[in-house]
């Protein structure tokens, strides 16, 4: 459900920002691939969703 939950915010910020294509990396990725990241670029906050059962006695 977390993964779910992260599309969808990705994608809403590609729609608002006019972004063409759906492509996204971390900063750690392109680092790997010696991409280089615009000093001004801002990263998108995600959330973490955890489902947790209660125990029952």
Do not use: Y
Request: glycine residues 4%; contains cysteine.
């Amino acid at each position: 459900m977390d993964r779910e939950i992260k599309v969808l915010m990705l994608w809403s910020k590609a729609i608002t920002k006019g972004f063409a294509a759906p492509i996204w990396m971390t900063f750690k990725q392109a680092l790997e691939l010696s991409a280089h990241v615009k000093e001004t670029q801002e990263g998108n906050p995600c959330s973490l969703c955890v489902q947790h059962r209660a125990q029952r006695d």
